[in-house]
């Protein structure tokens, strides 16, 4: 047996590593808010009069102070859910953006305020752009780009102060020292920025693999179960009504083809038929190997859609479409579906689990094989009589005699052409 393909490309693996770091970016913003806020204060401190007997660097002082409370308003709302930050883009972008002005802030109050400042008050501004350097590690980690619009103000500053400098003793020293400090940290925070990146893209492609058939690329049987957990759960409590249809799909003699033709051919069809599967089905609709050679589908009904017609269009296209040998003959490959509706009961929907609505549609999909294979069969509900629920699920265990009660009915409803 040939090995199977590697798993075909996820378009949403990288939105998936995207999200996961925009969500790293906005907590560990919120998080870092007291501290910046500790050091905002601590530099009104250490400039004194310097910053208040100067209105323009007032203004910006309060300039950095709004910006802080944005950033928080921006972290409160980007976390709460659905919303205008709910796209990973626009939150990496925003949170860059209030970097850039923070930045901005703070290289205009040092700029405006240097020519009074004392070499003590130079020495500890220069403290105060370490701390707030650091705290950007903390704050930026997942977001070079935002360390980046949050830095290059400052080393703008910096840059400009050095050149301008006017003697103090030792200030030159210090400003290099904190520019030299802001170029590491952002080297530092690349690098930590890719290793995150990196440790994101191989969890995610671990749990992707878990989840995911190695030998056709649709999700497994696991992933359906943990799906249908969460969407019966949803559908139960849809106020409107919704519903799920169930489709059983099982290649007819596919035993025949692996003894005739090989396992590699076998393979070959399981893939062949998995990728016609994935081209019928709708954008909504969940696709998943349930086992050998059987496929489930989970599909949620519109008002008043009927399970058959969506049923035939897989079972037709499997019919039309032979898979071509290497050797160019033809090898025709039908199916079997078999398919019920959840809820079950419409009347007493929390009746019947999703576990045996599936297990009405692999029945349906027997009772298609023995009338001849390549059709589909349904599942319907019939006449729930008045009984307690253990009594019902109790006659429900015994297929042949719920149908022979009137508790379901299972109808081939095409046959083959």
């Not at 860059?96 to 003590?120: E, F, H, K, Q, R």
């Not at 935002?146 to 210090?174: K, Q, S, V």
């Not at 492609?205 to 969460?230: H, P, V």
């Amino acid at each position: 047996m040939k090995p199977g393909p590697d798993l075909p490309p996820d378009p949403l693996l990288d939105e998936e590593i995207r999200a996961e770091l925009a969500r790293d970016l906005i907590e560990q913003g919120r998080v870092s808010i007291p501290l910046v806020l500790v050091l905002l204060l601590v530099l009104a401190r250490v400039l004194g009069e310097a910053l208040f007997s100067n209105r323009a660097a007032l203004i910006w002082y309060g300039f950095l102070l709004g910006v802080l409370v944005l950033r928080w308003a921006h972290a409160q709302l980007a976390l709460k859910g659905p919303g205008p930050l709910a796209s990973p883009r626009v939150r990496m972008w925003s949170f860059s953006c209030g970097a850039l002005l923070m930045g901005l802030g703070l290289a205009a109050v040092s700029v405006l305020v240097y020519p009074a400042l004392t070499p003590v008050q130079i020495a500890l501004l220069a403290l105060v752009h370490l701390g707030v350097l650091s705290v950007g590690i903390l704050a930026m980690a997942a977001s070079p780009t935002a360390f980046l619009a949050f830095m290059l103000p400052i080393l703008g500053a910096l840059t400009y102060l050095l050149a301008w400098d006017r003697g103090h003793w030792g200030a030159w020293d210090l400003l290099l020292l904190v520019a030299i400090y802001a170029v590491g940290l952002g080297f530092l925070i690349l690098r930590q920025f890719r290793l995150r990146r990196d440790s994101l893209s191989l969890s995610l492609q671990n749990s992707r693999a878990a989840l995911q058939d190695s030998l056709t690329g649709l999700r497994n049987r696991r992933f359906l179960q943990a799906f249908m957990e969460t969407e019966a759960s949803q559908t139960l409590r849809d106020a409107e009504g919704g519903a799920l249809a169930l489709l059983m799909i099982d290649l007819d003699q596919f035993k025949a083809v692996n003894d005739t033709h090989g396992h590699a051919v076998g393979d070959a069809v399981l893939r062949h038929c998995a990728e016609l599967l994935r081209d019928t089905a709708r954008k909504s609709d969940v696709l998943a190997r349930w086992g050998g050679e059987e496929f489930v589908v989970v599909a949620r009904l519109q008002e008043g859609e009927s399970i058959a017609p969506l049923a035939d269009r897989f079972l037709q296209r499997l019919r039309s479409e032979p898979l071509r040998l290497p050797d160019g003959r033809m090898l025709p490959q039908t199916c079997s579906i078999g398919y019920a509706r959840y809820p079950f009961f419409s009347e007493r929907p929390e009746l019947v689990n999703w576990e045996r609505v599936l297990a009405f549609a692999d029945a349906a999909m027997l009772r298609a094989k023995s009338a001849g294979r390549d059709r589909l069969a349904g599942a319907v509900a019939g006449d729930l009589r008045p009984g307690s629920p253990a009594r019902v699920l109790e006659r429900l265990r015994d297929l042949p005699k719920a149908e022979t009660d009137g508790l379901l009915k299972i109808k081939v409803e095409s046959e083959a052409t």
